[in-house]
């Protein structure tokens, strides 16, 4: 990987690994794209190239990846499991129309295709705990369907016509860098903020709702690593399991008591929130991504409490 194009560079994701890529790629393009509204600003936009890509419009695709000569394209557009439900045609829009023109450009030019997936590809039939690789994909929200859709879609690009697309499902991602918007994990974010700044937090989610979260900065090593595994290891292309912590509102909220003493968490319910979190697994088993590229998570729920208070602590106060 040497000419990357990031579509949704300046989103959740996209913001930090577009800077990782470009200390990754020395002497490489990794092209910022992004929608009008969502310019890149800052050190994102002073340290390489940015362009205007538009994932629903096929020949803007097209042109970035001519003219910098794109080997691998990142597509992280997306509405995160929350807002995609009241937007549900938008969602199937950028989810499943944008992926297919992002296929179409790898297919003609000859590019690599990262597409992440999510836990949100599971749904209430999935078995909850340490959920398999391989097993029922019934998710009940769109967001879902749009990820199921995507990883069958890729995988049929990589049988039919021999692209080379790779995916992982990410679990609810937790970084101080850009915050997420509309997903249902959102608030393990949030907490965060609320403990730094001294406020109380209300939590979205009801005691005893678990799901898989994970430090960005093993998520964004994971990004690269799979684009980057031995492609004759690889039995799974779209897409993996992977996993670094499991936890549920009172046991998040217990970490941070013990480095905020102060820390108050109270409830006030999202029933939509709680109903996508509830259709979800508890936690995924990873051992496929383990044993294909040797992935391997970092970060702990504390290691990753003590860095995002190290840090928010920077960035707030
Ligand atoms: C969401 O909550 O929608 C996302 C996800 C788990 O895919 N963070």
Avoid at 20 to 40: D, M, Q, S, T
Avoid at 278 to 304: G, H, I, N, V
Wanted: with cysteine.
């Amino acid at each position: 990987m040497k000419n990357v194009l990031i579509i949704g560079a300046t989103g959740q994701i996209g913001s930090e690994l577009t800077m990782k890529l470009r200390a990754h790629c020395p002497g490489g393009n990794v092209v910022a794209g992004y929608i009008k509204g969502a310019e890149p600003k800052g050190v994102l936009l002073e340290s390489g190239p940015a362009e205007e890509v538009d994932i629903t419009n096929p020949q803007m695709i097209a042109d970035a990846v001519a003219k910098y000569n794109i080997d691998t394209i990142y597509n992280l557009a997306a509405l995160l499991s929350a807002v995609a439900e009241s937007k549900p045609q938008l969602a199937w829009k950028i989810g499943v129309g944008g992926l297919y023109n992002c296929l179409e450009v790898s297919r003609e030019k000859g590019c690599a295709l990262f597409t992440p997936s999510s836990i949100g590809s599971f749904g209430p039939s999935t078995p909850h705990d340490h959920t398999p690789q391989d097993t029922i994909q019934r998710p009940e929200t769109i967001y879902g369907v749009t990820k199921v859709t995507g990883e069958m879609l890729s995988d049929y690009y990589a049988r039919r016509f021999g692209v080379d697309t790779r995916s992982v499902r990410f679990p609810g991602l937790i970084s101080y860098v850009a915050p997420p918007g509309g997903g249902t994990t959102d608030y393990a974010v949030d907490i965060y903020y609320s403990a730094v700044k001294g406020e109380e937090f209300k939590c979205p989610l009801k005691p005893g709702t678990f799901m898989d979260m994970m430090y960005m900065p093993d998520a964004l090593r994971a990004a690269v690593e799979i684009m980057e595994a031995d492609p004759t290891r690889l039995k799974h292309r779209n897409s993996f399991n992977i996993a670094s912590m499991s936890f549920d509102p009172e046991i998040i909220a217990a970490k941070i008591k013990e480095h905020v003493p102060g820390f108050k968490m109270t409830y006030e319910l999202d029933p939509l929130r709680q109903a996508i979190a509830d259709s979800w697994p508890d936690s995924l088993d990873d051992s496929c991504a383990r044993e294909e590229w040797d992935w391997k998570p970092e970060y702990d729920l504390e290691r990753m409490t003590q860095d995002m208070l190290v840090n928010l602590r920077k960035k707030l106060l």
